[in-house]
């Protein structure tokens, strides 16, 4: 248990520390030292990459094995959401109450989910391709900076769904209990048919009760929490993704060449350059994407505290 507390403490150190490096990357912009303000905000979005998985797979996050590449930090986080949905997916019960109740406050959960891995797909094809963003021009990086804009639009429109549209609370507790009665009669269902063995069939009863009854006891604005959480982390995590791609092979490639660099590497970060003058633009969306991580973060440890407490009146 003091292993999971470590990680969590250095998960918030980590997003202090990306909140650190963009302030940097902002007044050495100011100052016109943009190699360095864009190294840093790289470092920003690495750190934010570090944060994010300490946060959501203590068990195995080691700061040695990180690596100082955030694109592949970035396919790293990806791994994680794909592994986390497959759990959820696998727990029925749950994830009919998920389903359920998206739902009811105007979202298709299934499908979006689908959609990110999707997307996740198509990033993490990009990341193994990245060398192609070596240097970019103005049409690449208004383009880029589209997306960005885009993206976020997509995703504020989506939050704010969230925060505003609160859970009616007698429809949701009449969703859940028509959904406990379906489960119920669907298990029934297989044992009469003999698809079940009675053992099976009594521990199955006996699973819906307990995650029911859990359901019930939980303040039904956590439901909402949850939701937003979701968003949150979905929303920093997208545009973190594209940013990094954005920077780290024009950052890794310019600080480090190859011997077939045609280039030199200071020579690569001049205001005339598209990266460097829209990096203010690239800067916002860096500050909104940790933000929204923070916000995330501070709703998990809120919700963890009270799945805690829940837990106990359960078991009383």
């Known amino acids: ?48 990459f570090k944060s994010y998985d300490f946060k959501f797979n203590p068990n195995t996050a080691d700061p040695r094995k990180i690596g100082h590449k955030p694109l592949q930090v970035i396919k790293n986080s990806n791994k994680i959401y794909r592994q986390k949905n497959e759990d959820i997916r696998q727990k029925p019960e749950e994830y009919a109450v998920v389903l359920s109740l998206t739902k009811k406050i105007g979202f298709d959960y299934s499908k979006n989910v689908e959609e990110t891995l999707d997307a996740q797909a198509k990033m993490d094809n990009l990341i193994d391709n990245c060398n192609e963003f070596l240097e970019l021009d103005e049409e690449d990086i208004l383009f880029s900076i589209n997306n960005l804009k885009e993206t976020h639009e997509g995703w504020v429109e989506t939050i704010n769904q969230i925060q505003e549209n609160k859970i009616n609370i007698e429809e949701w507790e009449h969703n859940i209990d028509e959904m406990y009665s379906n489960i119920r009669a669907g298990f029934q269902e297989l044992g009469s048919k003999d698809m079940i063995s009675t053992e099976d069939l009594d521990a199955g009863m006996k699973k819906v009760d307990a995650v029911f009854l859990q359901v019930k006891m939980v303040p ?19 545009l973190l993704s594209l940013v990094g791609l954005l920077l780290s092979a024009h950052e890794q490639n310019s600080r480090y060449p190859t011997k077939d660099a045609t280039f030199t590497p200071l020579d690569f970060y001049t205001l005339e350059l598209p990266l460097v003058s829209h990096l203010p633009e690239i800067q916002d969306y860096v500050c909104i994407s940790l933000e929204w991580l923070w916000d995330a973060y501070e709703l998990l440890d809120s919700l963890s505290k009270n799945r805690d407490e829940n837990s106990k009146l359960v078991n009383a």
């Open 1 to 48: 248990m003091t292993e999971i507390i470590d990680k969590n403490e250095q998960a918030w150190q980590f997003l202090d520390v990306a909140f650190n490096d963009l302030d940097s990357s902002i007044l050495l912009y100011d100052e016109e030292y943009y190699p360095n303000s864009v190294f840093l905000l790289e470092q920003s979005v690495e750190k934010a």
């Open 220 to 238: 039904k604005e956590v439901y909402n929490n949850y939701l937003l959480f979701i968003f949150l982390i979905l929303g920093g995590v997208s």
